[in-house]
């Protein structure tokens, strides 16, 4: 057998003892988020001059979709991804209107059973924008477990997630500079975590879930006569999903 055909056999046989399914549902969900920026006038021959505290935050709805595809048997590859968009409103100031909100996420797994519980690890990318005021772009590796089991005619899979964000990067627009400007913050590192109760039943899809972030302080960034350091970035979302299964 020459080595094409081997190869094509090969594949053959994954093929027939590979498993696909999935899910797709319609997210919503409600986002707030607090980012703590310090800033120092820096003074003619070194040092700085006083340290103002501004916390820029923001808060809203977000409406979109979201979906999982799972193929494998004993270890299984899943990827999901998911785009919501929505609006917010920045409480830097009283009077600012709601600013359009966009989120996007992707995410590939590796997924197994050990002792009757689903454990995965893998990759993820998140996105953020918020009215062009704030982009947030974050890489991390969750690490989750899975427990399932039977609540009358549904089942229901109970999902506990924690994870390094081993890259990020946060573009902020500073105001208080003369002239507006902008500042990012790279090499960002921090946490994520989430919890999600997720009952099925005859393909229905029914999941409320909770997501939240941390990142940490970063090394400080110089606009003009101001230097900035972005103490710390918290983001929180809680919402439901409403789908199918194929």
């Known amino acids: ?16 003892e590979a ?21 120092q006038e820096v003074q003619t021959g070194g040092g700085s001059n006083g340290k103002v505290a501004d916390m820029i935050q923001s808060r809203g709805s977000l409406a979109g979709v979201w979906a999982r595809v799972d ?10 991804a998911r785009a919501l968009v929505g609006g917010a409103t920045n409480e830097r ?21 050990m002792a009757g519980t689903t454990v995965y690890t893998g990759l993820g990318y998140r996105h953020v924008d918020v009215g062009g005021r704030r982009t947030s772009r974050a890489g991390y590796m969750p690490l989750g477990l899975t427990m399932s089991g039977r609540m009358g ?10 994870g390094a964000v081993f890259w990020g990067e946060e573009t902020l627009e500073v105001l208080d500079v003369g ?29 409320p879930f909770v997501r939240t972030y941390k990142l940490s302080e970063t090394a400080p960034e110089t ?3 101001f230097e900035y350091t972005m103490e710390s970035v918290r983001a ?11």
């Open 1 to 16: 057998m020459t080595t094409r055909r081997m190869v094509f056999a090969a594949l053959a046989v994954l093929a027939g």
């Open 19 to 39: 498993q696909a399914g999935g899910h797709a549902a319609v997210e919503v969900a409600f986002h707030e988020s607090k980012v703590k920026l310090i800033e």
């Open 71 to 80: 193929v494998g048997r004993e270890v299984r590859l899943r990827v999901a």
């Open 93 to 113: 100031e009283a009077d600012e209107p709601i600013e359009r909100m966009r989120m996007g996420e992707v995410r590939a797994l590796l997924a197994t059973e």
């Open 153 to 162: 005619a549904w089942m229901v899979h109970t999902t506990a997630e924690a």
């Open 179 to 207: 002239s507006t400007g902008s500042l990012t913050f790279a090499g960002v590192t921090g946490w994520q975590g989430r919890l999600t109760l997720e009952a099925r039943r005859r393909g229905l899809l029914l999941a």
């Open 223 to 225: 606009i003009g006569k």
């Open 236 to 246: 929180t979302e809680a919402g439901l999903r409403v789908g199918i299964g194929f």
